[in-house]
């Protein structure tokens, strides 16, 4: 526990040194935790291993999709570091068991790609699926919690979509936004969506996401990366999901890309590479073959979905 927590306070400095590059400890040890915590129906226990202090407030499940999926968001205060949070899940229900399927996943995201897109407040197009998901649980009773806190913690920090958490040091407060899976995608949005209604310095925003799926066309893609400019998509090895929706049905990735090669786990000592385009065969574009579901569930060597609903321990 004292090492986690170590490892934890370091990363947190690095957030604050606002750091325009991307950082693998503060990926590791911090974003990672945070993004698995939406899995959990009770995402206090990872909360108090990532954010000591904060606490939940309440939690909304809804049925977001055709398929009967549930999203789910929370929101949690935490009154040491002045914050207000939201954090939102995407859980694809396996039909028999209940139990999370990202096999049944993969097939809903490329399904969808034969949907129209829907416009994007600053230009382009995104999935359907994707848009309705995070708009579902907002509308469903979170919209109304987050209006409810804000009124209530005047002098805390504005919201932010999924997975945030923000610090203040030195007088100087950071967002930052993380996802898993179909989680990256929603906070991908987020931070577009924030950044466009000027609600936060976008100097000091950061996204980092964990095999996040493509969400839009060109034009979204070019806007993204104009707004954001610190978002990092991390990827593990040959994960699936991030090559859907295939680029046939004109979807495309928006930047930076940090490609482990790793195939099945991803170790302390692996190493990355970089690619600052949104389409790069020096990273996971290379792949064509062999793409597999065993390193979408799994980063940092853990598996993510698990890793969240066991408390982040």
Not at 38 to 52: G, M, N, V
Not at 237 to 260: C, Q, S, T, W
Request: aromatic letters at 12%; hydrophobic letters at 35%; one cysteine or more.
């Amino acid at each position: 526990m004292l090492l986690r927590m170590r490892l934890i306070l370091a990363a947190l400095a690095l957030l604050c040194c606002a750091s325009a590059d991307f950082e693998e400890s503060l990926a590791r040890n911090f974003m990672l935790p945070l993004a698995a915590a939406a899995y959990s129906d009770a995402p206090q226990q990872c909360l108090d291993k990532t954010i000591h202090g904060a606490k939940l407030r309440k939690q909304v499940t809804v049925k977001c999709d055709s398929f009967h999926d549930k999203c789910s968001g929370f929101t949690f205060v935490d009154d040491k570091h002045s914050i207000i949070g939201i954090s939102f899940r995407k859980r694809n229900m396996h039909r028999s068991s209940g139990s999370n399927n990202p096999a049944q996943m993969a097939v809903e995201i490329q399904e969808t790609a034969f949907q129209p897109k829907v416009d994007f407040v600053e230009g382009g197009q995104v999935s359907k699926y994707f848009n309705d998901a995070f708009r579902s649980v907002w509308d469903g009773g979170l919209e109304e919690e987050v209006s409810y806190l804000i009124m209530t913690y005047p002098d805390y920090d504005l919201w932010v979509p999924f997975s945030l958490f923000s610090i203040s040091v030195g007088g100087q407060k950071y967002f930052t936004i993380t996802g898993h899976s179909l989680g990256g995608a929603l906070a991908s949005l987020a931070t577009a969506e924030i950044i466009s209604m000027d609600l936060f310095d976008k100097s000091r925003i950061f996204l980092y996401t964990f095999g996040q799926p493509r969400i839009g066309d060109q034009m979204y893609a070019d806007v993204h990366d104009k707004l954001v400019k610190e978002s990092y998509r991390v990827v593990h090895g040959r994960d699936l999901i991030v090559h859907a929706p295939a680029p046939v049905y004109k979807y495309v990735h928006h930047k930076n890309e940090m490609a482990f090669r790793c195939s099945t786990t991803t170790k302390e000592d692996d190493s990355y590479q970089v690619c600052t385009r949104q389409e790069d065969q020096n990273c996971s574009d290379e792949y064509t073959f062999g793409l597999t579901l065993a390193d979408h569930t799994n980063y940092y060597g853990k598996n993510v979905s698990d890793f969240g609903q066991s408390g982040c321990k």
